[in-house]
């Protein structure tokens, strides 16, 4: 048999398969009628098989990987506890959040490299010739030139009450989260650009901050809010680039299909952005441009972003059994 006619054959099963399990993580097994429960378990066993015999005859094949997914994934909602009754906002932050970032970290990681290399381009570019920085971002040249005179601008945020900057900071940062995110639909390019236009700014204020002399003053503001916030934008881009992966390539299944279970994943990630895009602001409105000290806020920082990654990578997994 060709691989071509395993797939067509089994692959509405699979599809079906895979609509329970989406429905399943969102709601838990209280989501779906009994009959479903019990066609969930027959399909479960069912692509178990299919996987068994992809190994065998098929080995090599990217339907292997597609399969080993599948499993893995119906194996967690099967054999979960019925007794689980939490809300569905418990269940989001308990688990859906986490494990979604987790099962997406390749999208985060070349959200990470599409922002990072950027950076790296604006600041070795502006610390070698500071004025330069205005050619890779036009409009750029009053924020130099306040580096230049050792101006600390971001003091002045504050001018209309803590309160409203922050709001002002927050609203502005879940704009830019929405179009890393939105932007997958066009095939990822303007997630792409998003990335890069933010990475770019970031090294060539922190280019010319370091040709200046400026460096401490501008890490002293950056530091506390800074780690949730460039991850926020991070996962945001990596939800975007899932968005667009979805469309370039569905796989096995349909571009309907595969756009539609992208997009599940990437709103469940998204919607974690905005709240900590709150978190983040209310930092930046209230501590960044403090005259605190130093080692206060960048204890801010570590700690904010030791919690924000030992939540992400360690809430939510499963507990070993006996």
Not at 122 to 141: A, Y
Request: proline share 2%.
């Amino acid at each position: 048999m060709l691989v071509e006619d395993f797939i067509n054959r089994r692959k509405a099963s699979w599809e079906r398969l895979s609509a329970f399990v989406e429905r399943s993580r969102r709601g838990g097994l209280a989501a779906l009628e009994d009959e479903e429960i019990a066609e969930l378990g027959r399909l479960y066993r069912s692509a178990t098989s299919d996987l068994a015999i992809a190994r065998r005859d098929f080995s090599g094949h990217r339907v292997v990987d597609y399969l080993n997914s599948l499993v893995a994934r119906a194996h967690a909602e099967v054999y979960q506890r019925r007794a689980d009754r939490s809300s569905g906002l418990v269940r989001y932050f308990a688990t859906d959040l986490p494990r979604t970032f987790r099962e997406t970290w390749v999208y985060s990681l070349a959200s990470l490299l599409m922002f990072l290399i950027p950076t790296l381009i604006g600041f070795f570019v502006t610390l070698n010739d500071p004025p330069s920085g205005s050619l890779l971002i036009p409009g750029v040249e009053e924020v130099i030139n306040d580096i230049r005179a050792g101006r600390e601008w971001w003091k002045s945020i504050n001018d209309d009450g803590r309160a409203a900057s922050a709001a002002l900071i927050t609203t502005n940062n879940i704009r830019v989260a929405i179009l890393a995110f939105a932007g997958g639909v066009l095939l990822g390019i303007l997630t792409l650009f998003v990335l890069a236009q933010n990475g770019l700014l970031i090294g060539v204020v922190a280019g010319a901050a370091q040709a200046y002399g400026f460096s401490g003053n501008l890490w002293g503001f950056v530091a506390a809010h800074g780690v949730i916030e460039l991850s926020v934008i991070i996962i945001a881009g990596g939800a975007g680039l899932q968005l667009g992966w979805a469309v370039a390539r569905p796989g096995l299944i349909t571009r309907r299909t595969a756009l539609v279970l992208a997009a599940r994943r990437a709103v469940r990630l998204i919607l974690g952005c905005a709240l900590l895009l709150v978190v983040a602001g209310a930092i930046e409105g209230f501590i960044s441009p403090s005259d605190l000290p130093l080692t206060v806020k960048l204890a801010v920082a570590v700690l904010s972003g030791a919690a924000l990654y030992a939540y992400l990578l360690l809430a939510g997994r499963e507990r070993k059994r006996d």
